[in-house]
T-cell receptor, first 119, second 114 residues
Framework: GAVVSQHPSRVICKSGTSVKIECRSL??????MFWYRQFPKQSLMLMATSNEGSKATYEQGVEKDKFLINHASLTLSTLTVTSAHPEDSSFYICSAREYGADGLNQPQHFGDGTRLSIL | AQSVTQLGSHVSVSEGALVLLRCNYSSSVPPYLFWYVQYPNQGLQLLLKYTSAATLVKGINGFEAEFKKSETSFHLTKPSAHMSDAAEYFC????????????FGTGTSLTVIP
């Protein structure tokens, strides 16, 4: 089955540090990847849609300059949390859909998430 | 616009009992519906999906769901709960004109009592 690898799984760093999270589709090509944020005991909140070779589409209320997204290839998207502060601490999850998938009936395949803790 | 509602944020069942997790959707066009499971500190794993073929969909780990258009529902069931089924379950919908975007429910936490 389709596998999405997300790295790192956990990050603990000081306030003001920038943190990069990678999301890779291992056995398929993904023109579209998604970045979510999940607070404890809550559902996933879509932050942005990452499109290969073009700018990401951010959801309302998500700071583009704070959460930088790059989707440079069909198998890799990165999320950089710039100048992270304690309020950015959260569980971040990426997902990907297969390139060329027919229509909207294709599922999203999820990475294992990144637990970000800013001290 | 599309949305899903999961009734019951917490469900507890005894081991061996029937599992029923509820999901109702709202969509002005035929939707595609998905159930995912999330274990602690992990991403989401696809259990099953409805894509306008058979209304009764069988998934992994013995789960199945039935699409009922008249009730706008897509409830998840399993005849006999195992301890390993304890997790968070999310229902999601995808439909035009949202394109690739999924809309997730708020999740249901399943506890299995030995």
């Amino acid at each position: 089955g389709a596998v999405v690898s997300q790295h790192p799984s956990r990050v603990i760093c000081k306030s003001g540090t920038s943190v990069k999270i990678e999301c890779r589709s291992l056995d398929f090509q993904a023109t579209t990847m998604f970045w979510y944020r999940q607070f404890p005991k809550q559902s996933l909140m879509l932050m942005a849609t990452s499109n290969e070779g073009s700018k990401a589409t951010y959801e309302q209320g998500v700071e583009k300059d704070k959460f930088l997204i790059n989707h440079a290839s069909l198998t890799l998207s990165t999320l950089t949390v710039t100048s992270a502060h304690p309020e950015d601490s959260s569980f971040y999850i990426c997902s990907a859909r297969e390139y060329g998938a027919d229509g909207l009936n294709q599922p999203q395949h999820f990475g294992d998430g990144t637990r970000l803790s800013i001290l | 616009a599309q949305s899903v509602t999961q009734l019951g944020s917490h469900v507890s069942v005894s081991e061996g009992a029937l599992v029923l997790l509820r999901c109702n959707y709202s969509s002005s066009v035929p939707p595609y519906l998905f159930w995912y499971v999330q274990y602690p500190n992990q991403g989401l794993q696809l259990l099953l999906k409805y894509t306008s073929a058979a209304t009764l969909v069988k998934g992994i780990n013995g789960f199945e769901a039935e699409f009922k258009k008249s009730e706008t529902s897509f409830h998840l069931t399993k005849p006999s709960a195992h301890m390993s089924d304890a997790a968070e379950y999310f229902c999601a919908v995808s439909a035009p004109p949202a394109g690739n975007q999924f809309y997730f429910g708020t999740g249901t936490s399943l506890t299995v009592i030995p």
